[in-house]
């Protein structure tokens, strides 16, 4: 098998996991606020990865704090912005906005490693705009309808996204151009996550509600969502963007909803309405339009090497 084909499996294996975070997140916005879940998160994702950074090459103080923190600070912003938005909207909602991920990655690298944009990246973009925006201004529009969320929530959860769209870009960037290991990345971006959590938990009010952690469900469910949401999630992630193109690993965007979609029927009860569809098919078609090159080069290579043989 492919060095390629292990990496469209690792981002296939992170897509099914990540589809299961808003059901987690759900269930302990019932104990904690989302500061002190996304802290939690942090700390026991970074107790998990701890025995393996010490094993990683080690790297100068100096080197870290510029190059690689700046960039894991967008992955903690995703963190927190991301618990906050889902006191205030759905799974649904917030998984097909997460669709929206490739669009982003397409803007963002063009802008800052000059990527060519091609006419057919531009008409992606534009229609999976018109789904974004029809899924952050529908619930003013069809209030009520759970199946949108809310407009607050949506609009925090696109800071989320936004931050999860630099750090696709970065942290490819870190791994291609830098030369770190894609786990070192990963622990790096758990720490500096926890540090910046435990600031804020310190200066903004909230209640830590603290003797639920004592309360199984939730030990279980913090466990679950430290190592396999995250530490899993991460290391696979990582580790696939290092041999595919920012773009193409962050196409774990497209299975995300597919996921998610069916963990909120079974386990909330969340309904999908037809206006939410046709918001969420404008996403996924402009997505697809806007990588389909890409597939195209990879059918085409795959051609070759069974014609050579």
């Not at 997140?25 to 010490?54: E, G």
């Not at 100096?62 to 912003?77: A, D, L, M, R």
């Not at 003797?211 to 279980?220: A, C, D, G, Q, R």
């Amino acid at each position: 098998m492919s060095i390629r084909m292990r990496a469209i499996i690792a981002i296939v294996i992170a897509s099914i996991l990540w589809g299961s975070a808003g059901i987690v997140a759900k269930n302990l916005l019932h104990y904690f606020d989302p500061f002190f879940i996304t802290l939690l998160r942090a700390v026991i994702a970074s107790l998990c990865i701890m025995p393996v950074f010490l094993k990683q090459r080690h790297y100068s103080i100096k080197k870290i704090f510029f190059e690689v923190v700046p960039i894991t600070v967008f992955s903690s912003i995703n963190f927190a912005f991301y618990y906050i938005g889902m006191q205030y909207t759905t799974v649904n909602a917030s998984a097909v906005m997460y669709a929206a991920t490739p669009l982003l990655v397409v803007i963002i690298s063009s802008l800052t490693i000059r990527e060519y944009i091609s006419t057919k990246k531009i008409v992606g973009i534009i229609i999976g705009f018109l789904g974004i925006m029809s899924i952050l201004l529908l619930p003013s529009i069809g209030r009520g309808d759970i199946g949108f969320g809310t407009l607050k929530g949506n609009a925090l959860l696109l800071v989320a996204i936004l931050g999860w769209a630099f750090y696709n870009v970065g942290s490819r960037y870190l791994a291609n151009v830098k030369k770190y290991p894609p786990l070192f990345i990963t622990a790096i971006s758990m720490f500096s996550t926890a540090v910046l959590l435990a600031v804020v938990n310190i200066f903004v009010p909230h209640h830590s509600n603290m003797k639920e952690l004592l309360n199984p469900v939730v030990i279980t469910n913090l466990l679950y969502l430290g190592f396999f949401v995250t530490v899993v999630t991460y290391g696979l992630f990582q580790w696939a963007i290092q041999h595919l193109s920012s773009t193409t690993a962050s196409l774990t965007n497209y299975l995300q909803p597919i996921f998610a979609f069916y963990f909120a029927w079974i386990f909330l009860g969340e309904r999908i309405t037809i206006a939410f569809l046709l918001g969420s098919l404008l996403v996924l078609v402009g997505v697809f339009i806007a990588t389909s090159e890409q597939a195209t080069e990879y059918v085409r290579i795959i051609r070759e090497k069974r014609q050579k043989k």
